[in-house]
């Protein structure tokens, strides 16, 4: 099955400054990335996700990466807000099919 | 996106109870998942809920414990049983409603609050 980690669990960081977030995984038949972002007590949002027939896409101050031969994705943040501070969590499929396998989550922290 | 409701938002129940959780899509949607995310915790899948054929229940989740319902294309119910404090946590459904087979984006209810005493 897949199996899919998270780093860094938690990221604190300064007002205006990046973020980056990196995921691996280890079903190299996976083709669809997704990234959520929940805040405290609400629903998990998508906030953009990738296919393995690109290596990058972008939405304004968020971007995602694709290595599918080292198996990784990561998530960037441009610029970022107090409002960009939440947990943030990457997914995988399994077996190439529906099922998404979460990573273990990481807590943004964004101080003014 | 869907617009996904769940009833109820949260609730506290005695130990030995069962609580059945609703889970209502304003459109109909192939597949239906229930999710598990304990505090602090990431989210951990239950089962698959798909219409007109049982619920697929992943490693460490039986039926007993966890029944589901798919009565059509819009709705699904999970059943958490014979409650324990173990069992605390939120519940989450989800929907995705290509049905692709190369995975597809999927929308998370706003969950359900519960705690066990």
């Known amino acids: 099955g897949e199996n899919v980690e998270q780093h860094p669990s938690t990221l604190s960081v300064q007002e205006g400054d990046s973020a980056v977030i990196k995921c691996t995984y280890s079903?190299?038949?996976?083709?669809?990335f997704p990234w959520y972002k929940q805040e405290l007590g609400k629903r998990p949002q998508l906030i953009i996700d990738i296919r393995s027939n690109v290596g990058e896409k972008k939405d304004q101050r968020i971007a995602v990466t694709l290595n599918k031969t080292a198996k990784h994705f990561s998530l960037h943040i441009t610029e970022t807000q107090p409002e960009d501070s939440a947990v943030y969590f990457c997914?995988?499929?399994?077996?190439?099919?529906?099922?998404?396998?979460f990573g273990g989550g990481t807590r943004l922290m964004v101080k003014p | 996106s869907a617009v996904i409701s769940q009833k109820p938002s949260r609730d506290i129940c005695q130990r030995g109870t069962s609580l059945t959780i609703q889970c209502q899509v304003d459109s109909q949607v192939t597949m239906m998942f229930w999710y598990r995310q304990q505090p602090g915790q990431s989210l951990t899948l239950i089962a698959t809920a798909n219409q007109g054929s049982e619920a697929t229940y992943e490693s460490g989740f039986v039926i007993d414990k966890f029944p589901i319902s798919r009565p059509n294309l819009t709705f699904s119910t999970l059943t958490v049983s014979n409650m324990s404090p173990e069992d605390s946590s939120i519940y989450l459904c989800?929907?995705?409603?290509?049905?692709?087979?190369?995975?597809?984006?999927?929308?998370f209810g706003p969950g359900t609050r519960l705690l066990v005493l």
């Open positions: 989800s929907v995705e409603a290509s049905g692709r087979a190369d995975g597809e984006t999927q929308y």
């Open positions: 079903d190299s038949a996976s083709n669809y």
């Open positions: 997914a995988a499929p399994r077996n190439a099919g529906n099922m998404l396998t």
